[in-house]
């Protein structure tokens, strides 16, 4: 009797230690931060998904954008809240780049639990009409023959664009200028205005200008043509094997929230990726939904870090 009176205390003090089916609070309000500006396809792919999670989980959910530090700000206030769930991030891949390019980073990020990746996209190399290169292969060409005499405009030290930058000069083994620049719009302006002879962005912000003959595309960053730019040949096919950049989009929570949590937002997320109208709005803001629940979405936040700490780390290039 007594031994089994001890089992019983045991499995009573477990329980307590290890409740099961940890919950979210259904009377209290989910935020999710955006660490980037308001507008643009990323906080448009965010606000969809806090208004999709809050009908289905019947409490509202919320987005804050925190744009300081290039993400650093808004990854960091996600990384030291409660993890219970209520707090979240729309992570992006500058998040797996910030211990590679900046010194004191306050977290890393095993300090995020992935609960589900959302939307993926490719970026384009584009240049100015009047730049003779007309493909990735003839920008080599023309860049062993100058070498560092070509720059490209970036969106900032740091971004997924200056990472390709660095990628095509480390795979391809030439030396063209990064010029960082204060946002995706004002490389534009100076690629159209022919103040610099070709840039990085993503699709959206580019296409229009290529449809009216203001601006051509090199080369897309994505290993594949992405299936919204068939007619586009990758960076790889243009003699630069292996050169594979996709930005991407998800969500996460603190670590250590309980699995049931994150089960729980991964498999409502799933449903909402689902959706064939979520998946026409994603693309109208110039993104592809690529749903992956947590386990995957964890796999590749690791193996982009290593991979792209490999390639700034070769590339010479410093934290600052």
């Known amino acids: 009797m007594n031994t089994m009176r001890q089992a019983l205390i045991v499995g009573l003090l477990m329980t307590l230690a290890h409740p099961a089916g940890a919950q979210l609070n259904p009377s209290r309000q989910i935020t999710i931060v955006v660490p980037i500006g308001a507008g643009g396809g ?18 509202p959910v919320v987005v804050e ?58 970026l384009i190399l584009f240049a100015n009409p ?8 003839e920008l080599i060409a023309l860049a062993k023959s100058e070498p560092g005499k070509l720059s490209a405009g970036t969106p900032g030290i740091g971004s997924p664009h200056h990472l390709g930058m660095m990628m095509l000069n ?18 534009l302006n100076d690629v159209l205005a022919g103040q610099i002879p070709m840039g990085w962005a993503a699709p959206t912000a580019v296409m229009p200008h290529v449809e009216t003959g203001k601006v051509k595309i090199l080369g897309v960053a994505s290993a594949q043509r992405p299936a ?16 594979d950049l996709d930005i991407w ?47 995957k979405f964890g796999e590749q936040i690791r193996g982009d870090h290593e991979r792209f700490g490999k390639i700034i780390r070769e ?3 410093k934290p600052n």
Request: glycine share 8%; hydrophobic share 50%; charged share 20%.
């Open 170 to 187: 480390a795979l391809a083994k030439i030396e063209i200028v990064n010029v960082p620049y204060r946002g995706a719009a004002l490389v």
């Open 315 to 317: 590339a010479g290039i």
């Open 249 to 295: 989009f998800g969500v996460a929570a603190p670590a250590k929230t309980p699995p049931d949590v994150l089960a729980r937002l991964s498999r409502e997320i799933a449903d909402i990726v689902a959706q064939p109208d979520v998946k026409e709005r994603i693309a109208k803001v110039g993104l592809s939904a690529a749903y992956l629940d947590g386990a």
């Open 130 to 137: 009047s730049f003779a290169p007309n493909n990735a292969r």
């Open 42 to 59: 990323v906080d448009a792919t965010g606000r969809l998904i806090a208004e999709k999670l809050s009908e289905r989980l019947k409490q």
């Open 65 to 122: 954008n925190r744009p300081a530090a290039g993400g650093m700000v808004g990854a960091d206030s996600v990384a030291k809240a409660a993890p219970d769930g209520q707090t979240l991030l729309l992570m992006e891949t500058s998040a797996v780049l910030h211990k590679w390019l900046h010194v004191n980073v306050p977290y890393d990020i095993a300090d995020f639990a992935p609960i589900a990746r959302v939307a993926t996209s490719p």
């Open 228 to 243: 919204s730019l068939p007619q586009v040949p990758s960076i790889a096919e243009g003699g630069v094997p292996g050169f």
